[in-house]
């Protein structure tokens, strides 16, 4: 073992939030590219698809998906205290679900590290959840 110094990473809420978020969405963009194509190849309703899940207690994909997404667009919004945008869950397609990652790439997009560093004690609100008592 070496007498050697550790020097701590400095590293902004912004960056552990907002890019981490965007690489996400890009993976589950390439899943459902993949997906697309496997349905085209296999000649399988792309609905089915949406449907299907890992294991009986899961959700299925469709909603996977749109959970994926709102918790990007909410952590990375309620932390710069933004007004977050709605998305109606009524995704039936995976273009539809595309268009949801794209949306939400946007709006994660429009952030600035300015709306997120410095905020870290920031409490955010769920407009569902009451306050904890």
Same mark, same amino acid.
């Given at each position: ?26 993976? +589950?963009?390439?899943?459902?590219? $993949?997906?697309? !194509?496997?349905?085209? *190849?296999?000649?399988?309703? &792309? #609905? ?18 749109? +959970?994926?997404?709102?918790?990007? $667009?909410?952590? !990375?919004?309620?932390? *710069?205290?933004?007004?977050? &945008? #709605? ?24 952030? $600035? ?21």
């Amino acid at each position: 073992m070496r007498n050697e110094r550790i020097t701590p990473v400095s590293i902004s809420l912004y960056q552990a939030s907002v890019p981490p978020f965007l690489q996400m969405l890009a993976s +589950l963009q390439g899943i459902l590219d $993949k997906a697309e !194509a496997h349905a085209a *190849a296999r000649k399988i309703e &792309p #609905s089915v698809l949406l449907g299907t899940r890992l294991t009986p207690d899961m959700f299925p994909l469709v909603r996977q998906i749109q +959970l994926a997404a709102d918790f990007a $667009k909410g952590g !990375a919004g309620r932390i *710069a205290g933004v007004e977050l &945008p #709605s998305y109606p869950d009524t995704e039936t397609s995976l273009a539809e679900l595309k268009a949801r990652i794209a949306k939400t790439v946007d709006f994660l997009g429009s952030l $600035k590290a300015a709306q997120i560093d410095g905020h870290e004690s920031r409490e955010g609100h769920h407009p569902d959840r009451r306050p904890a008592v």
